[in-house]
């Protein structure tokens, strides 16, 4: 009986993480981390349904000195990766919010899908934290940044503005950055705002918990001291983009 708790439990636990991944794919959002989620809580699934099956087939492969290598060298690879996921959330959980002292900031929001000309759920989080922190910071002005894509009828920048004023900030405040395609230039071209309007050089970035490292990251290469604050994001799709920034932040340090 203890032997199946020990493969019932586990094989519950690979569904639930293929059902958390699935999840957003049956949304319209697909990307790499809900993939590679999928693709290992598949693996995970399979190898707990047919437990039996493949221990004997590890022990089959372990007896041979070249498969004694071959497991060696994937179980290396593979607590590589672990280590190397825990490090990079420990350094995501530690820029999820990280506020400003008290001294003055331009806040920069990052841009996000815009469905119908409206913002959609996740910028509209982002909009709404923007909103609370300028009303609460009356001598704070913004910087709402994002292009527009090619299935979006205005500017994320635009309608991030509209939003905002919509809501009761004066659009005196609303500085707009509306050229950029991904967060590098998000904060380059938001820079060159701040330089040429005067505003104060250090930024208080507004994005999604899960994205507030890299755009750290980004922000610090080019000179800029960010602190953050985060919008609310949805609990269902958190997995999906937090694998995904391990692969953005990963493809970071290696390629810059």
């Known amino acids: 009986m203890k032997n199946m708790e020990v493969k019932i439990i586990p094989l519950i636990i690979s569904l639930v993480l293929l059902f958390i991944f699935v999840t957003p794919a049956t949304m319209g959002i697909f990307n790499i981390g809900n993939a590679v989620g999928i693709i290992v809580s598949v693996i995970m699934t399979g190898i707990f349904i047919f437990w039996k099956s493949f221990t004997e087939s590890i022990k089959n492969i372990w007896d041979k000195p070249a498969g004694k290598i071959f497991i060696t060298a994937i179980t290396f690879v ?4 672990v280590i190397l996921a825990v490090v990079i959330s420990i350094f995501m959980v530690k820029s999820a919010n990280d506020p400003p002292p008290n001294e003055n900031t331009t806040l920069v929001v990052l841009g996000c899908k815009v469905k119908n000309g409206r913002p959609s759920l996740m910028l509209k989080r982002r909009l709404d934290c923007a909103f609370e922190y300028l009303s609460e910071h009356e001598n704070v002005n ?8 090619s299935d979006e009828i205005i500017s994320e920048a635009q309608c991030m503005k509209e939003y905002l004023t919509e ?15 991904n967060t590098e230039e998000n904060l380059k071209f938001s820079q060159e705002i701040i330089k040429s309007k005067g505003l104060p050089e ?27 604050i985060s919008g609310y994001t949805s609990w269902y799709i958190v997995p999906t983009y937090w694998v995904r920034e391990w692969f953005g932040i990963a493809y ?5």
Do not use: W
């Not at 913004?142 to 292009?147: A, F, K, T």
């Open 78 to 81: 593979l607590s590589i990766c």
């Open 167 to 181: 809501t009761g900030i004066s659009p005196e405040r609303i500085f707009m950055e509306d050229k950029s395609t």
């Open 142 to 149: 913004v910087i709402v940044s994002g292009g527009q894509g």
């Open 252 to 256: 970071y340090f290696i390629f810059r």
């Open 202 to 228: 250090k930024i208080t970035l507004v994005t999604d918990a899960f994205h507030q490292c890299r755009a750290e990251m980004l922000a610090k290469n080019i000179g800029i001291e960010p602190y953050n």
